[in-house]
């Protein structure tokens, strides 16, 4: 079997290139690949063990188990990170991937390695990624109609998207009907396909995962919010601290400290965007006419009571930052929700105390 030092792999769609290197740092092999789980496994069979660097991407999260399957340590690099491949002058698939493996040879800290969740996991956050597919495709749908009727001079009564499909019937005039009754039809084939969605998420996905009932208990926390909050974390051991949770959903102000300069900034916005989605409009409901009385909910009124910019919006990311810290705390310690909880407890004290931090 060949040994080197250390192994960088620059993925592509159909072929890859591998280049590794000797103990010295001297590039002793490029080779191109095809990047099937067939060629893959059938060339780094024939490889010592050793650390191997790919970048975060469509494929990195199979490949990386074909690779440790063959018992090399896998570090898949954050892209956003690395300015120093992205910006390079000179930019081909043979340096990335020469570059990927003197960074990993060096320091795998450099590529501020991310975790691949599980093949199940994997497989079940595609699901509600896919329902939510729809209902996205829905709204862009539902508004390009209203638009259309609009500029007829139709205004369309307010209505859930749900009932959309058949609330509109009755205001399509015979003349537009071409332009938009199929339109219709096809939002309507979408809601049916999204309360399967909800069936299937419901009865197969969340049973798997018990967890998802517990951290529910929280007002303006639906299942679907608690299963992607579960599957994307998957192992709430991962924080040493739970304030990380925050920033890890991308919750947390950027920074930009230099001397006595300390500029407010918006929130970084890195990690997972669906959850993170998720968590802001848990953070709209709770702030709302309908959310549920709660020590989240007063705490973010009195911030949003403050004013300034877009207090709302503000106070209902502040809300999501820390409602995930919330969650992150009740899936460690399976203590049942307390929706009056404050800072005069103890363990509201430090739940308070790393929230506001995050």
């Known amino acids: 079997m060949t040994k080197y030092s250390a192994i960088g792999v620059d993925l592509g769609d159909r072929c890859s290139v591998v280049c590794g290197l000797d103990d010295q740092g001297v590039v002793i092999m490029t080779q191109r690949v095809k990047s099937t789980p067939e060629a893959i496994e059938g060339l780094f069979s024939k490889i010592e063990p050793t650390k191997v660097a790919i970048e975060a991407g469509s494929l990195s999260a199979w490949v990386s188990r074909v690779l440790e399957a063959e018992g090399h340590a896998v570090i898949v690099a954050n892209p956003r990170k690395l300015k120093l491949i992205s910006e390079n002058e000179k930019k081909t698939d043979g340096l990335d991937a020469e570059l990927l493996a003197r960074l990993v040879r060096a320091d795998p800290a450099l590529l501020k390695p991310i975790r691949h969740r599980g093949k199940q996991a994997q497989a079940d956050l595609a699901v509600i990624r ?49 332009a938009v009754a199929f339109v219709v039809g096809q939002i309507r084939t979408m809601t049916i396909a999204i309360r399967e969605y909800d069936k299937d998420i419901e009865r197969e996905v969340a049973s798997r995962y018990p967890m998802v009932r517990h951290l529910a208990q929280v007002g303006g926390v639906g299942t679907l919010t608690a299963l992607a909050f579960i599957l994307t974390i998957e192992d709430p051991g991962r924080f040493p601290q739970p304030r990380q949770v925050g920033a890890f959903c991308g919750l947390c102000p ?16 890195t990690g997972n965007d669906y959850l993170r989605r998720l968590l802001v409009g848990s953070g709209h409901y709770i702030l709302g006419p309908f959310g549920p009385p709660c020590y989240l909910r007063e705490w973010g009124l009195a911030l949003m009571a403050r004013g300034g910019r877009n ?46 931090q995050s």
């Open 130 to 178: 896919s329902r939510d597919v729809l209902v996205r495709s829905r709204t862009v749908l539902i508004n390009h109609v209203r638009g259309t009727l609009k500029a007829f001079g139709i205004r369309l009564p307010r209505c859930s998207a749900e009932a959309f499909h058949h609330r509109v019937i009755g205001f399509i005039p015979k003349a537009l009907s071409p």
């Open 254 to 269: 950027r920074s930009a400290r230099s001397s006595d300069s300390n500029p407010q900034l918006r929130i970084s916005k």
């Open 311 to 356: 207090a709302r919006k503000r106070a209902a990311v502040a809300v999501a930052r820390r409602l995930s810290v919330l969650l992150l705390a009740l899936w460690v310690s399976g203590e049942d929700y307390d929706p009056q909880r404050n800072g005069k407890t103890e363990a509201a004290h430090t739940l308070e105390g790393v929230a506001s």
